[in-house]
């Protein structure tokens, strides 16, 4: 049947709390009223979460948020029966600067349906391609300028002309759903959102390499993500965009899903290959490309989540039209998860080129209670951290690369000033330490070592030689290592200690962070100015550390002082400080 | 083959298109150095985990350095093996090894053959940049085999051969990041696992982590105990590798001067095991000769071919992998076992002392060899037929440690009656020998004919796998022969899909027999010292004045006066064994 409207409701992170029982109330008051005609929808993030829990009423396009369970019968009532919109709950939509191809349906279509993705012009583009020669399909996408999203940026078209020229019985496409950044949910929310697209995008690149099979290597950790995709392609066979003759055109294609265990380093597409033939998750080294020898030694086209849901865009509306989004050498737009100190937290997708400042200031909303910018990681742990002088400077892989990052597959994690940066860069070291596969020597015990080094750092211990061993050693790691993943480990150290050189020595000279993060070199000091001596203090310390007479200045003994802060968050006439 | 121009520190040479920068500078007479790389392409194993990076270069127009051992050339390519950034990063990853390797060269079984010593003495590391946290495993003591995986540098070469060359599939890397290490199932002791003790891992480790179990201070207290008779055997591979140990040239024999220096070490008889090779070939010739016969007259109930007993790494694998093989093998005992046997019974009897009185040590190119010794079917009431079961290695160490000066030592020869021994014997050294010594004898027995040439031609080679025929007066003998267990396997495998028509087939774990066993001077990846090894077998075979097993004399009379004839009742007992079914896990 069709529907009149059509009702979002948002279950992805923080909106997901609530989203059942909004949900579950809307279709309560709809019964209750006996309206059949307006649909309720779970979908995916809307990039609005710090907003949410939202609800969006479609084809309106009214967003609500900060909706709660209660709300739901004055949403029902009001705006579902008398057509009046709710008014104390509409999110004022600031006019944005995103612009959606990836996300092109997410949370707009019941991701569950293949109708709903036909009629959004679903598999539209498997038809054109297929009318196409192979060559001119791998022709469109290099046209195109697409590049991978899933670090790398190499381009997507020149990556299928390799495997469209090997000759060989058998070729396979995979896709690469193994998300594994700390923070990052892009691929994950597209594969809930609209599974139908990257089964398309898997199907067109399938017909242009010339491979029959094609498989989705994704985390089992996304058990929503792998059921819809699982329907999808059930339903894709149904309708038979999967399978023997596709559209009567002689194409056979048919998909499988491979579960990862969730080792970060089978993202790496020789490691994520010898992970679906059943062997231990190592990369080797390349050449051979995958595109020559890849699953089970035959040639193979590794493309991630979000590359493969641009390609039937880029069909249906043309290299032209795609390649006139973004800069010169970066096209179309990028998915990113913003995080960290900023106001609104989400997904975000934005046109190439665009500025940080942009991002973090007119769709983040800025920087959480007023502080002030410091920083911004971008590209996950492999990534480097941006600063105030790069705000400006237009977003693209060629342009973060130069400055010490990367694009990384997209996650966007902003710093205020009271991050310590040899901090956050341990932090991004110690994920990378732990996420090693062990195969490398650099990687193994050469970012362990960096890591150490580190926390020699953020505890006053490390001298000025210890600077120097931490850079040499960062750019013979870059230099060294086997994958991407030990080659990038390095860039968090690297764009720190060049951007925030006197933070690190600050830490070696005077022992002390000046952002005061890192526990072992901060003091606590009663200021016996303010001190009323109340005692307040006395009775929290877990370890007696601080001694004085009632209505008399206290002070901390430093020996005995463990940093745990409880007398800074009792004292109420702030006199206590941390140094 | 396509060819193309690369310029590696200036110089411009033409190679072949796809090979490495390695190999291209090798031919150029520059040695980059490397730690993880291993070729042995000769049995087929290429370790190219390019793992260590110790042998990364300079590539032009590439971003970062490329590890040569795994970067194949390309026209016009320019690389620079030299560059400070290239020896910054060689020194800093050998650093970074260091770091987290232990610092005990001094007390290392592997020192002074150490690879990552040897590289560390190259780049003159004087101090180590990097400290931090040490890996730390629990050691695993085997019968034949000692894994300290704290010496560990996860070049993989173990691994490589365990699972790719031998099949055995008992070591692989586990854990991640610092973590990773290279252990078997579930972190169990070898001795739990299918490990046949092949010692292969153990030859080609370049570190200390995988190492033979010493024996030899127990081979010093037995010569210093007076109420003890100790006896040495030594095995054929023994003579032909020995000399290396003492800066001879690789194929160089020393077969008297290993018997002047046992003599000199205190051993009250010097005998040779290729005395009980001869008398294995007697039992084993008998045996198939039984078989086969009963096989043509059309006897259902046995099962041809027959495979050697010989290697007891081999043994071990069928046990494990296929059981339902087990009646297969030869139930003749090894040359180790039935000196052993005899030695413990017939010597003990001419001594007249009891058993318990004799220490049997044996000299083995062989780490299994230990691992066979102690299986419980080879003692009697709790005391074992061999005692002692030392390396090539550990003798040539306890050689040197006696202060015996090896080269100015005269040549000597073997006590009687257990140290005779024919060419027959002689070349169970090496792979094919086995089978060709039981052929000059079979084929005399079957035919009733005298054997002019000996030599077998057809069965020598360094292949892998190999088929032959040999003709018994008129009837073809289809023989199949292997070295490696992964050869091993597909021999097999033919067999239990009925495929095979071998009649007999011989079966050695080590790449070219016994001379590359796992107890041998480490060849440090050089594979023509194996085949160096051979030839001064065949030359000593050739250079015998009895060739054939049933020739010996002190076997003729060990059989009129002891054993009756083979396959004996008193064979049976003491030659003879049998096998067990194994589990996989």
Known sequence: MSYQRYCLVCNSSKCGHYSKAIADNIKHYLRENNIK?????????????????????????????????????????????????????????????????VLRNCGFIDPENIDDYIEKDGYFALAKALKMSRMDVINEIKLSGLRGRGGGGFPTGLKWEYAYKQNSDQKYVVCNADEGDPGAFMDRSVLEGDPHSVIEGMLICGYAIGSNKGLVYTRAEYPLAVKRLSKAIKDAR??????????????????????????????????????????????????????????????????????????????????????????????????????????????????MGITLREIIFDIGGGIKDGKRFKAVQTGGPSGGCLTEKDLDTPIDYDTLLAKGSMMGS?????????????????????????????????CRVGNKRLYELLEKVTSGKATFSDLDKIKNLSNVIKDTALCGLGQTAPNPVLSTITNFWDEYVAHVNEKSCPSGQCKELIRYIIDHNKCVGCTACVRVCPVYAISGKVREPHTIDQDKCIKCGACYNTCKFDAIYKK | ????????????????????????????????????????????????????????????????????????????????????RALNARKIVLELLLSDHPKECLTCAKSGECELQELAEEFAIRKIEF????????????????????????????????????????????????????????????????????????????????????????????????????????????????????????????????????????????FDTDFAADLTIMEEASEFLDRLTRFLNGDKSVRLPILTSCCPAWIKFFEHHFPELIDMPSTAKSPQQMFGAIAKSYFADILQVPREKIVVVSVMPCLAKKYE???????????????????????????????????????????????????????????????????????????GKELRDVEFRQLRSDEGIRTASVNFGGFELNIGISYGLGNARKLLEEIKSGKSNYHAIEIMACPGGCIGGGGQPYHHGNLDIIRARARAIYHEDRHKEIRKSHKNPYIIELYEKYLGKPLSEKSHKLLHTHYFKKVLY
């Open chain 1, 37 to 101: 005609d307006i649909k309720v929808v779970m979908t995916e993030c809307f990039g609005l979460c710090k907003q949410g829990p939202i609800v969006k009423i479609m084809p309106d396009n009214i967003v609500y948020s900060g909706v709660k369970p209660m709300d739901t019968k004055e949403i029902v009532e009001k705006h579902l029966i008398n057509g009046e919109v709710v008014s104390r709950l509409v999110h004022e939509n600031k006019k944005s600067k995103q612009l959606k191809i």
């Open chain 1, 238 to 351: 149904e309708y038979g965009f999967l399978g023997n003759n596709i559209m009567g055109s002689g194409f056979n294609f048919d998909i499988e899903i491979k579960y990862g265990a969730g080792a970060f380093v089978c993202g790496e597409e020789t490691a994520l290959i010898r992970s679906m033939e059943g062997e231990r998750g190592e990369p080797t080294s390349k050449p051979p490309y995958p595109a020559e020898s890849g699953y089970w030694d035959k040639p193979t086209n590794v493309n991630n989540v979000e590359t493969f849901a641009n390609v039937p865009v880029i069909i249906n509306k043309g290299a032209n039209w795609f390649n006139k989004i973004g800069t010169e050498k970066s096209k179309g737009t990028k998915v990113f998860a913003l995080a960290g100190k900023i106001n609104n937290v989400g997904l975000i997708e934005v046109p």
């Open chain 1, 410 to 442: 997209g996650g966007m994690i902003v710093m205020d000033e009271d991050d310590c940066m040899v901090a956050v860069a341990k932090f991004y070291l110690e994920f990378t330490v732990d996420e090693s596969c062990g195969k490398c020597t650099p």
């Open chain 2, 1 to 84: 083959m396509e060819k193309c121009k690369v310029t590696i520190d200036g110089k411009t040479i033409e190679v072949e298109k796809g090979i490495t920068i390695l190999e291209a500078a090798k031919k150029i007479g520059i040695k980059i150095p490397t730690l993880c790389h291993l070729d042995l392409h000769d049995i087929k194993m290429v370790n190219k985990a390019a793992s260590c990076r110790v042998c990364v270069v300079e590539v032009e127009g590439r971003k970062n350095l490329a590890p040569s051992c795994s970067t194949p050339v390309f026209d016009g390519m320019k690389v620079i093996t030299n560059s400070i």
């Open chain 2, 131 to 270: 400290e931090g946290e040490m890996s730390r495993y629990r050691k695993d003591y085997s019968p034949s085999i000692i894994r300290d995986m704290d010496k560990c540098v996860m070049c993989r070469r173990c691994e490589t051969m365990c699972n790719e060359v031998q099949t055995v599939g008992v070591l692989s890397g586990i854990n991640r990041g610092f973590n990773s290490v290279v252990a078997t199932f579930f972190e169990k002791n070898l001795e739990d696992t299918t490990c046949t003790y092949c010692g292969q891992c153990v030859a080609v480790c370049p570190t200390g982590a995988l190492t033979e179990v010493d024996y030899s201070w127990d081979v010093i207290n037995a010569i210093a105990n007076p109420n003890k008779i100790v006896i040495v055997q030594t095995a054929p591979a023994v003579r032909a590798a020995l000399g290396e140990e003492f800066g001879l040239e690789p194929g160089t024999s020393v077969t008297g001067k290993m018997v002047a220096a046992l003599k000199r070490l205190g051993f009250d008889y010097v």
């Open chain 2, 373 to 447: 010794a102690s299986r419980p079917e080879f003692k009697v009431n709790g005391n074992p037929d061999v005692d002692i079961s030392i390396t090539t290695r550990e003798l040539a160490r306890l050689i040197k440690q006696a202060n015996i000066d090896f080269m100015s030592l005269p040549e000597e020869d073997f006590d009687k009656p257990l140290g005779e021994s024919t060419g027959a014997g002689v070349i169970f050294g090496v792979t094919g020998g086995v089978i060709e010594a039981a052929v000059r004898t079979a084929y005399e027995w079957y035919t």
